[in-house]
T-cell receptor, first 115, second 113 residues
Framework: DSGVTQTPKHLITATGQRVTLRCSPR?????VYWYQQSLDQGLQFLIQ???????AKGNILERFSAQQFPDLHSELNLSSLELGDSALYFC??????????????FGSGTRLTVV | GEDVEQSLFLSVREGDSSVINCTYT??????LYWYKQEPGAGLQLLTY?????DMKQDQRLTVLLNKKDKHLSLRIADTQTGDSAIYFC?????????????FGKGTKLSVKP
């Protein structure tokens, strides 16, 4: 157990729907990162939150949004889902704004299947 | 833009050494990382190297860094079947001031008994 908890583990939904993925960071970590992993694109950075505020944004679609709550858990909202959104979504956490020598601690991911 | 390149596959025999190579683009990268992903699991940090180092050894793992060529390698000595996994190279960007890491697409290591 890495200490980063992601729920749900699996999600199957229809095109056009909206889903919410949840992440609880490792205790004491203030940064949360979201990544999308697909076979052809590899690991793509979506967004980072640090202590409740957005810190960095990657290639996140406008249909996707995220937030980090006062208790530091984070949610990634995916709307108007398309078949191409099917992927593994990982959450990672780190103690500070930048990973430095700590690196990230990853959760085990949420596998999203859009049908 | 930033990019990290790795070969996609490597196959070795149990007991041999494995060498996984990676090239990166951000010359200001201060930290470079190696992660391991086993089937159905998240990525696990194996080791990292700071940019002012040429080499770092940690038990069976040796990381070599060539800053001039922006080349990073991970050597696994006495490779075991349990080392079969996907190995990702990652770089910090903008001198490490930014939080997000850029990952390669991963090298799938297969270890044959």
């Amino acid at each position: 157990d890495s200490g980063v908890t992601q729920t749900p583990k699996h999600l199957i939904t229809a095109t056009g729907q909206r889903v919410t993925l949840r992440c609880s960071p490792r205790s004491g970590d203030l940064s949360v990162y979201w990544y999308q992993q697909s076979l052809d694109q590899g690991l793509q950075f979506l967004i980072q939150y640090y202590n409740g505020e957005e810190r960095a944004k990657g290639n996140i679609l406008e249909r996707f949004s995220a937030q980090q709550f006062p208790d530091l858990h984070s949610e990634l909202n995916l709307s108007s889902l398309e078949l191409g959104d099917s992927a593994l979504y990982f959450c990672a956490s780190s103690p500070r704004q930048a990973p430095r020598n700590y690196g990230y601690t990853f959760g085990s991911g949420t596998r999203l299947t859009v049908v | 833009g930033e990019d990290v390149e790795q070969s996609l596959f490597l196959s070795v025999r149990e007991g041999d050494s494995s060498v996984i190579n990676c090239t990166y683009t951000d010359s200001s990268s201060t930290y470079l990382y190696w992660y391991k992903q086993e089937p159905g699991a998240g990525l696990q940090l194996l080791t990292y190297i700071f940019s002012n180092m040429d080499m770092k050894q940690d038990q069976r793992l040796t990381v070599l860094l060539n800053k001039k060529d922006k080349h990073l390698s991970l050597r696994i000595a006495d490779t075991q079947t349990g080392d079969s996994a996907i190995y990702f190279c990652a770089e910090s960007i903008n001198g490490g001031s930014q939080g997000n890491l850029i990952f390669g697409k991963g090298t799938k290591l297969s270890v044959k008994p």
